[in-house]
């Protein structure tokens, strides 16, 4: 098993001691390492039957599950056994022994339903097995089904639109497999030879009559008719004459038994590990060993308190636990690709945030595939939240990873300059000349070092300036240089710098562009995975509906022919709201939808958002008609620099905040350009 232990022999997992039901500890220990789905093959029967048999056959074993031997019932509560699926690869077949129903020791029958409804709860597909032929009799100890409506519900409240909680039992109940042991009659039905499976579904037919005895026999029938759409039978020879051999069954030779009934138990395992279907609930939610943990420990906890087990709380439950793991998942995928993917100091933002968009990507899709039920898109918010967080980390980080290596380039580079300087290299005639000559050389060996990363510019534009002092004070003392001259070189240097300013300001520009384009694709990709998993929700919700209806729709026409006309003129108000049900599902897609990506738009919208503070910088500046054509202005050849200064100067407002307005999202645009030709409010642009 890839993720989760290999069983050597079962262990109890639901314990029923003095009439309670609780769970062992070791067996949630061991379900909650299965991380792959799981295949649940449950058996229930009356006690001293030999389920526990069949169930070792399907482990391969002959010895596991205890085989009785006397009258008493050996097996106690819910015993667990899980294994690697021997025809499902990456699956996981979890087999479920119970208790034998009806012993005579129990003293509250109560008890024997809650093992039969914890089985049809837990499993994938439900084994009841029973001795010598589907009788009456056989039909009313079946008396266990009738009671389902009682101890399992589907919705948590009572239904407004008329459909009975039951119906809907067919989208998560199991499949229902009948094996007959002991049978020894022909499969023949009015001398002609029919199939198991013809069998039992002709023991399921209902009787005619309406007598209260009729009543309470057809009752079984109508419950497994309607609630497990899936039927199988199987039936059993005696596995052997010989009492001896029986009572010992575990230690009985393949060929001292029956060869019929080995071939009959053959052609059983066979169809389960190909036909036994993967553990899922309402809507398809796939169940794995550590959900299946969940379910366990859910249902027992309802039966313990006196309350009824509910698959829509059971699934809220479920949800909150898996959609926290998913949403922890995401976040380690998007922090370990990330940690694999970029190497430190990137060259430009552009390339960081490209590694992040791709790692996003993936780390929202792993969520969409493990979450469910996100109720107001709580958790995908919470997502957001933490690969922005863990983004801005590694764009610091890049930063810090570039201004260190810049800083040691620059030292290493300017370490004959620093000395010279020290020695008073250029303190001589013609001294500003070298010392020009051997700054640009400095500035020619920068720049051809390769990834030096997004600070390069802003780490060289200080080294400049911590070299400006220097300079003038060269340039001063240059007794080889007129006064004319002199004054030409301080100007070129004040130009210079003024350009280099002006290139980290467009530089800074350009990064903040990039960050509001980052978190643009960021939402866009939140929003389309968001909407093709809402459709695929939908058209699985669809799907069962239509399945729930197909299947009533049968029931119904098998009625009519079958003579019940009255019955199957009762189900017409059910299958009408079915039809109700299906079409509103149908034709409310758009509505619904955009609702919730419209919630979830807003959610994400107030994360990436900038400060308030700023917006209201942002109002307030723009009040000024010079600044606002200025800041809005597209042209090339816009002076930034000035620009900035000014309105640090008159405003407040910083070249960043500047930038954000001047690229920044459109919305924010057109409201400032509303508010300067005043057809907008005069406030503050809410954050």
């Given amino acids: 098993m ?13 314990e029923n001691n003095h009439e309670q039901l609780s769970v062992n500890q070791r067996a949630l220990e ?5 991380s792959q789905p799981v295949v649940v093959v449950a058996i229930v029967g009356l006690y001293r039957t030999g389920k526990s048999y069949l169930l070792n056959r399907l482990a391969g074993q002959n010895h596991g599950f205890p085989l009785g031997s006397t009258v008493q019932s050996k097996t106690k509560g819910i015993w ?47 084994v009841y097995n029973s001795v010598g032929t589907i009788t009456h009799q056989a039909l009313e100890q079946l008396h266990y089904v009738t009671e389902l409506t009682e101890l399992i519900r589907t919705k948590s409240s009572l239904r407004q639109d008329g459909v009975d909680d039951s119906t809907e039992f067919v989208s998560f109940f199991p499949d229902f ?76 030779c393949e060929d001292q038994l029956d060869p019929k009934f080995l071939e009959q138990t053959n052609n059983f395992c066979s169809y389960i590990f190909t036909h036994a279907k993967t553990k899922t609930l309402r809507e398809g939610i796939m169940v794995t060993g550590n959900r299946l943990r969940t379910l366990v420990l859910t249902y027992v906890d309802a039966f313990s308190s006196g309350a009824v087990p509910c698959m829509e ?18 976040a380690d995928h998007y922090g370990k690709q990330m940690a694999q993917r970029v190497s430190l100091p990137t060259d430009t933002l552009q390339e960081l945030l490209d590694v992040h968009a791709a790692c996003e990507r993936e780390a929202i899709a792993v969520f969409m595939e493990r979450s469910f039920k996100d109720e107001n898109q709580k958790f995908q918010k919470n997502l957001v939240e933490i690969i922005k967080d863990k983004k801005e980390d590694f764009l610091l980080q890049n930063e810090l990873e570039s201004v260190k290596y810049c800083q040691a380039t620059l030292n290493q580079l300017s370490k004959a300059l620093t000395e010279n300087i020290s020695a008073g290299t250029f303190s001589v005639p013609g001294g500003h000349k ?39 004070s060269i340039l001063q003392a240059d007794k080889a240089l007129t006064h004319a001259e002199k004054a030409r070189a301080v100007e070129r240097a004040n130009k210079e710098a003024a350009e280099k300013k002006q290139e980290l300001l467009r530089q800074t520009l350009q990064e903040q562009q990039e960050r509001m384009e980052a ?105 000024h008609a010079h600044f606002l054509a200025d800041l809005l202005s597209p042209e090339a050849q816009l002076d930034l620099l000035a620009l900035a200064e000014e309105l640090e100067q008159e405003e407040g407002l910083s070249f960043a905040q500047v930038s954000w307005v001047r690229k920044g999202n459109r919305r924010a645009r057109r409201r400032v350009t509303q508010v300067s030709q005043g057809r907008g409010p005069q406030d503050r642009i809410p954050s």
């Fill in 2 to 14: 890839a993720s989760g232990p290999h069983m050597t022999v079962p262990i109890c997992l639901v």
């Fill in 30 to 34: 061991i379900l909650d390492k299965i």
């Fill in 80 to 126: 667990l056994w899980c294994m690697p699926h021997p025809s499902m690869p990456n699956h996981t077949l979890v087999l479920l022994d119970t208790e034998g129903l009806g012993d005579v020791a129990k003293g509250d029958p109560k008890n024997d339903s809650w093992i039969f409804a914890l089985a049809v709860l837990l499993s994938s597909s439900f």
């Fill in 177 to 252: 497999i009948w094996t007959v042991r002991d049978f020894s009659l022909e499969l023949k039905l009015d001398d002609y030879p029919i199939t198991e499976d013809e069998y039992l579904e002709n023991s399921l037919k209902l009787i005619p009559g309406n007598s209260p005895r009729i009543q309470a026999s057809n009752l079984p029938r109508e419950c497994i008719r309607h609630f497990f759409p899936k039927r199988k039978c199987f039936v059993f020879d005696r596995p052997t004459n010989d009492k001896k051999l029986l009572a010992n069954m575990e230690n009985v």
């Fill in 313 to 330: 709380n059971a699934i809220i439950v479920l949800a909150q636990l898996e959609n926290s793991a998913a949403v922890q998942k995401a």
């Fill in 434 to 472: 070298l010392y020009r000559e051997a700054k640009d050389m400095i500035g020619q060996s920068y720049w051809q070092v390769p990834r030096k990363g997004v600070k390069a510019n802003e780490v060289f534009q200080s080294f400049l300036l911590s070299q400006a002092a220097v300079e003038r």
């Fill in 519 to 623: 978190q643009q694709k960021s939402f866009q990709e939140n929003m389309v995975q968001l909407t093709e998993k809402l459709e695929r929700e939908r058209e699985n919700m669809i799907r069962e509906q239509s399945m729930i209806l197909e299947h009533k729709l049968r029931i119904q026409q098998d009625l009519l022919n079958e003579g019940f006309r009255k019955k199957s003129e009762e189900m017409n108000a059910e299958i009408k709201q079915l039809k109700k049900m299906i079409d509103t599902t149908k034709n409310d897609e758009c509505d619904w939808l955009a609702l919730v990506l419209d919630r979830l738009g807003h959610e994400i919208t107030s994360i990436f958002s900038p400060p308030g503070k700023l917006l209201g910088h942002v109002v307030e500046a723009v009040l």
